[in-house]
């Protein structure tokens, strides 16, 4: 809580990057992407279909990809006219 982490390497994170803006997702892509510990993703062709799984789940979850000790899952809510946020 209260930290800045990024998007690729936790479950509210990879959440965002499934749901969000195309050119968002393109640029995280593109860029280099920081291994904190041997279970973040970081190959570009794993964290697409990590993200397409995502939106066809709507879960997404991050295993001591940021870690050794922690756990978190990234989930969009969403209501009919009032747009969507997560948790």
């Not at 062709?45 to 050794?68: F, M």
């Not at 809510?77 to 969507?84: F, I, M, N, Y």
């Amino acid at each position: 809580v209260g930290a800045d982490w990024p998007l690729h390497a936790t479950g509210v994170g990879v959440a965002l990057l499934a749901f969000g803006p195309p050119p968002v997702q393109a640029t995280v892509l593109a860029a280099p992407r920081r291994r904190f510990t041997p279970y973040t993703i970081t190959a570009p062709a794993e964290l697409r279909r990590v993200l397409a799984e995502v939106r066809k789940t709507g879960l997404a979850v991050s295993d001591r990809q940021i870690d050794h000790d922690a756990y978190s899952v990234g989930a969009p809510v969403t209501r009919p006219g009032l747009g969507r946020a997560l948790l």
